[in-house]
């Protein structure tokens, strides 16, 4: 049973229902006179208001009186004007480097950056980094030999081509690049620990730098397929290195300094590395191990040259004793490291080298004086002698394609190619 209680102070529904109206008209009276004074928004003003909401008039009213909203707060929502945000000038973050102060620099961007700019004064300024090597056949290479498939007959250079400048001591040797088609590359080593390759018979520019050792280069090779270089140096190591990347493939140490490196004829996987050592080591480089080992028991070994194909190695050597200096030539035979013969000759001075044309008829040395000197193999008569350098002349190597064309290099790090 409920009981219902009236109180005097109480008011009645009716009462408060009055109450709430009557505030309602006051409160739209008070809207209405505010409209009255906000100064009416253009069309172009409305549509941009009405697009960013991305609501028309119609559906945002169904919207509201849906909600119960009254109609008056309808209307002042759709008027009211777009104001675009404002974009201020300043930066959103200021500088936090004061002026004068340089950026920090990763190391190996500065590392990057000196070798480049390294590279960049050895050739000259001339960026060659990014130069395909073997692609970029040369068209004096090609011409000739369309022309002419065959060899032709080694001749006699007469007059200056090219002047080399580019190495910063003595360079050992140069030799010309074996494959036809890019035997334009002419290879050098040098004191300076770089060993190069140039375009030796048209531009004569320096295509490729290579700083694989940290000691003075003291030997160079071709591969017989023009894409890897074998270099020998006083860091104690011989090193394989491909032609295009310039990256090392193979690395032996020898635990003496090298004077020479040559690849076997037959199986250039195979090389023999001699120096300041009492041994001729030979490597393969398959799995970089040493697989024979020629022991001498002298001092140093000059330099080292194969014969019949591979089967016989002949060694030069320094031979010194308390009481005498004999210079040797010894005869190994390749697979069984046995001596065959031992030749006792007396030459000294610089370790010049000398090499056959590629029809064997001509035979060419440098010397201490800074001349070329040119033979007749056949008669062992003097066919020239070219004044090449006011230094010694270390190395003469005749070109495998070009008639009478030859490079010469010697003890003050000039390389020339003459024709």
Known sequence: MTTLVAYEDSESEDECLDQKEGAGSQHEATECHLLASTPKPDS????????????????????????GTPAI?????????????????????????????RPYIPKRQRLVTSSIEKEDNLTGGVH????????????????????????????????????????????????????????????????????????GAESGRCLKVYTCHSGAVRDARWSPCGRQLLTGS???????????????????????????????????????????SSVVNAWDSRCCKVVKVYKAAIQQTLDILFLRGGLDVITSSDC???????????????????????????????????EFSQDGTILVSGSSTGSAHFYDYHNARPLCSLQAHSQPCLCVSQHPVLPATAATCDWAGEIKVWH
């Open 44 to 67: 172009t003003m409305l549509e941009c208001h009405l697009n960013v909401f991305g609501k028309d008039s119609s559906s945002s009213q169904k919207q509201s009186s849906s909600l």
């Open 320 to 354: 010194v004793s308390r009481d005498s200096a004999d210079r040797t030539l010894i005869a190994w035979d390749f697979h069984t490291t046995a001596k065959v013969s031992n030749q006792i000759y007396h030459v000294e001075g610089y370790a010049v080298q000398c």
């Open 128 to 199: 060659y980094r990014d130069f395909q090597i073997l692609s970029a056949a040369s068209q004096k290479m090609k011409l000739h030999l369309a022309h002419m498939p065959a060899p032709a007959a080694a001749g006699i250079p007469k007059k200056l081509l090219l002047s080399l400048q580019g190495h910063h001591g003595p360079v050992n040797t140069v030799q010309w690049c074996p494959v036809p088609q890019r035997s334009h590359l002419l290879l050098s080593a040098s004191m300076d620990k770089t060993f190069k390759v140039w375009d």
């Open 73 to 101: 707060l309808q209307k002042k929502a759709i008027l009211l004007p777009y104001i675009a945000p404002r974009v201020s000038d300043k930066p959103k973050r200021p500088c936090t480097v004061p002026p004068g102060v």
């Open 234 to 276: 006083f860091d104690n190591t011989a090193v394989v290195t491909d032609v295009e990347t310039g990256h090392p493939i193979v690395k032996a140490d020898n635990q003496f300094k090298l004077m020479c490196v040559v690849l076997h004829p037959s199986n250039p996987e195979v090389f023999l590395c001699g120096g300041y």
